[in-house]
Nanobody
Framework: QVQLVESGGGLVQAGGSLRLSCTAA??????????MGWFRQAPGKEREFVAR????????PYADSVKGRFTISRDNAKNTVYLQITSLKPEDTAVYYC????????????????WGQGTQVIVSS
């Protein structure tokens, strides 16, 4: 287990932007070896995959619903992964979670074994 702390959520109008951050409480060398992911859970819905990034930034798949609008990145020196969100839509309203996987190319949610508490994003129309 590793402690993950998300921040950057808030209330924003449709079309706006946010940058979410997730910082891990581990050493820099340890963090750089993880694959990090972002997930979200909208009210009344199941948690869904948003994006992930492996340790050398060579693989960054996105959910179809966010392609072209969301960008995942990481700064291993700061033990932090980011999610830049642009062109926000009301349907992006959700709690956003970051998660850690020890697997280079995780294929399912169960491959992520540490989760943050989440940060709320609310998009008004």
């Amino acid at each position: 287990q590793v402690q993950l702390v998300e921040s950057g959520g808030g209330l924003v109008q449709a079309g706006g932007s946010l940058r979410l951050s997730c910082t891990a409480a581990v050493s820099g060398r340890t963090f750089s070896g993880y694959t990090m992911g972002w997930f979200r859970q909208a009210p009344g819905k199941e948690r869904e995959f948003v994006a992930r990034i492996n340790w050398i930034n060579s693989n960054t798949p996105y959910a179809d619903s966010v392609k072209g609008r969301f960008t995942i990145s990481r700064d291993n020196a700061k033990n932090t992964v980011y999610l830049q969100i642009t062109s926000l839509k009301p349907e992006d309203t959700a709690v956003y979670y970051c998660a850690r996987s020890r697997i280079s190319f995780p294929t399912k949610e169960a491959d992520f074994d540490s989760w943050g508490q989440g940060t709320q994003v609310i998009v008004s129309s």
